[in-house]
């Protein structure tokens, strides 16, 4: 993160300019795997209590859509947007889900999720930093709770994985907390462009109406 953290294949990163034109473009991408056991020697940034406020918060397709576009619309996040209120329904009750919302006084900055597995292990499966608030130094704290959060409750290791699309810096970053290189995988991706990343965000917003306009009839 510290300009951004921002992780997944579908996922920080210091602004860039998306195309505008609309058909996707093929790209190829690497995907970096890494992981922190509890045992290993950390470097978690200190001081996010005093600078920070950070709430876990009741998992909602709407909000958790919300972030993850603001998160991650510049860096062309795109698995989540043309997913169903069923599909949000399904994420929810069956992956071990946690979400939490960062505050900095009464502005919310950023977000992280987290999903607890078999054999002890927790995913950061995103986090980032809402992107005018890229470079304010936040990005090193929100990773170093969302580290904390996954130990203090019982995780015997913590991983993550970033791509090529993300920050210059993020990779660095991850290593600096104590993270380690497990895997990396290079692959060709389709990547939408601009037009096609708007299209499926308005999308998102005409599912919600046509699945909660019903509300004005009761």
Request: net charge neutral.
């Amino acid at each position: 993160m510290p300009v951004l953290y921002s992780l997944s294949e579908e996922g920080p990163a210091r602004h860039r300019t998306i195309k505008k034109s609309s058909p996707s473009t093929m790209e190829k991408i690497t995907t970096t795997w890494l992981e922190l056991k509890a045992d290993d020697r950390m470097s978690l940034k200190e001081g996010f209590a005093e600078k920070m406020e950070i709430r876990q918060v009741e998992n909602d397709a709407f909000i958790n859509f919300v972030m993850f576009a603001g998160v991650g619309l510049p860096w062309r996040w795109y698995s989540r947007l043309e997913w169903t209120q069923a599909e949000w329904d399904d994420y929810f009750s069956r992956e071990d889900v946690r979400t939490y919302l960062a505050f900095e006084g009464r502005k919310l900055v950023g977000y992280y999720e987290l999903i607890s597995g078999k054999g002890g292990g927790t995913e950061i499966k995103f986090i980032g930093l809402l992107p005018r608030y890229m470079g304010s130094g936040l990005g090193g704290m929100l990773l170093s709770h969302a580290v904390k959060s996954a130990l203090d409750s019982g995780a015997v290791w913590v991983w993550l994985h970033t791509c090529t699309n993300d920050s210059e810096t993020a990779l660095a970053n991850y290593l600096s907390r104590g993270f380690r290189i497990v895997r990396k995988e290079e692959k060709m991706e389709d990547a939408p462009g601009r037009d096609e990343l708007i299209r499926k965000v308005a999308g998102f917003f005409e599912r919600y109406y046509d699945h909660y306009s019903t509300l004005r009839a009761r």
